[in-house]
């Protein structure tokens, strides 16, 4: 038997799984979300969306593609690794995300055939095409070069591309250098860690989620102080952590994560 059916919880509340259902919109996850759809709704260009490990960048990418799941209008891609070795890489894989193989497999004629793929979506057909980039600190200036590439394609209202990068902050230096880049960007948004009330919030919120009825609290003051004095606040971490407090619960046969659970399983993992 998991700890989840033995708290008679229909779902693993913690999994560090990027599951929609377990979004926490905090305060920054929540204004980026909204951000990105208006920026995508307006047909922007291109976003950044940064912020150090474990903030919940990828969590955030599958609320997006979870608000636009019902609108065939809106055409979605996603690249989990850019870790393409060469410029012909990447290219041929964009060109098998979209369908469009070109009879002469050179790198130009990969871009001439996604331009022509782009304004047939975008405009003869009026669709929107958008491109999520996980990871994007993985991209080489060779592949940010490409990127603002396609981002030059556009009607005199819109982009044709609708660009989504998350990355790490280190990925802000490789974009200053290249030429005319930076000027392209519609949205540099940070994510930030949660701060302690937030920390329980989204606790509450991934149990109530699970099907735990949050009117008898599982943890207490004291130890949601602990859990976010450990994590920081990022949630990757908070969710890690409660995972092993909830399996050591169970084990010990308590009823509820105090804090001297939380000071012995964080001793038994520094060990």
Same mark, same amino acid.
């Given at each position: 038997?998991?700890?989840?059916?033995? *708290? &008679?919880?229909? =779902?693993?509340?913690?999994?560090? +799984?990027?599951?929609?259902?377990?979004?926490?919109?905090?305060? +920054?996850?929540?204004?980026?979300?909204?951000?990105?759809?208006?920026?995508?709704?307006?047909?922007?260009?291109?976003?950044?969306? %940064?912020? &150090? $490990?474990?903030?919940? @960048?990828?969590?955030?990418?599958? !609320?997006?593609?979870?608000?636009?799941?019902?609108?065939?209008?809106?055409?979605?891609?996603?690249? *989990?690794?850019?870790?393409?070795?060469?410029?012909?890489? *990447?290219?041929?894989?964009?060109?098998?995300?979209?369908?469009?193989?070109?009879?002469?497999?050179?790198?130009?004629?990969?871009?001439?055939?996604?331009?022509?793929?782009?304004?047939?979506?975008?405009?003869?057909?009026? @669709?929107?095409?958008?491109?999520?980039? &996980?990871?994007?600190?993985?991209?080489?200036?060779?592949? %940010?070069?490409?990127?603002?590439?396609?981002?030059?394609?556009?009607?005199?209202?819109?982009?044709?591309?609708?660009?989504?990068?998350?990355?790490?902050?280190?990925?802000?230096?490789?974009?200053?250098?290249? /030429?005319?880049?930076?000027? /392209?960007?519609?949205?540099?948004?940070?994510?930030?860690?949660?701060?302690?009330?937030?920390?329980?919030?989204?606790?509450?919120?991934?149990?109530?989620? =699970?099907?735990?009825?949050? #009117?008898?609290?599982?943890?207490?003051?004291? !130890?949601?102080?602990?859990?976010?004095?450990? =994590?920081?606040?990022?949630?990757?971490?908070?969710?890690?952590?409660?995972?092993?407090?909830?399996? =050591?619960?169970?084990?010990?046969? @308590?009823?509820? $994560?105090?804090? #001297?659970?939380?000071?012995?399983?964080? !001793?038994?993992?520094?060990?």
């Amino acid at each position: 038997m998991s700890y989840y059916e033995a *708290l &008679d919880l229909t =779902a693993e509340p913690f999994s560090t +799984s990027p599951d929609p259902r377990f979004f926490y919109p905090s305060s +920054s996850h929540d204004s980026a979300l909204k951000r990105l759809e208006i920026a995508i709704r307006l047909r922007r260009g291109l976003n950044l969306i %940064l912020g &150090d $490990v474990g903030t919940g @960048k990828t969590t955030l990418s599958r !609320a997006l593609l979870q608000m636009f799941k019902d609108e065939d209008d809106y055409i979605f891609h996603m690249i *989990l690794d850019p870790s393409y070795k060469t410029e012909f890489q *990447l290219l041929s894989s964009l060109g098998k995300m979209f369908g469009v193989t070109p009879v002469f497999r050179s790198t130009l004629d990969y871009k001439d055939a996604l331009e022509k793929y782009l304004f047939q979506k975008g405009v003869d057909e009026n @669709k929107t095409i958008v491109l999520l980039i &996980d990871e994007g600190q993985k991209l080489t200036p060779t592949h %940010l070069e490409i990127l603002r590439t396609l981002l030059n394609y556009e009607t005199n209202e819109y982009k044709l591309l609708q660009l989504v990068i998350l990355a790490q902050i280190e990925l802000l230096p490789k974009i200053r250098k290249i /030429r005319n880049f930076m000027d /392209r960007v519609n949205l540099k948004y940070i994510i930030n860690p949660l701060d302690e009330k937030e920390t329980k919030a989204m606790i509450d919120f991934r149990l109530k989620q =699970a099907g735990y009825d949050t #009117s008898q609290p599982l943890f207490t003051g004291g !130890a949601i102080k602990l859990i976010y004095e450990h =994590a920081q606040g990022y949630p990757r971490q908070i969710s890690m952590l409660c995972h092993d407090l909830l399996e =050591a619960l169970i084990m010990q046969g @308590k009823r509820i $994560v105090d804090e #001297s659970l939380v000071e012995e399983v964080l !001793a038994q993992e520094v060990r």
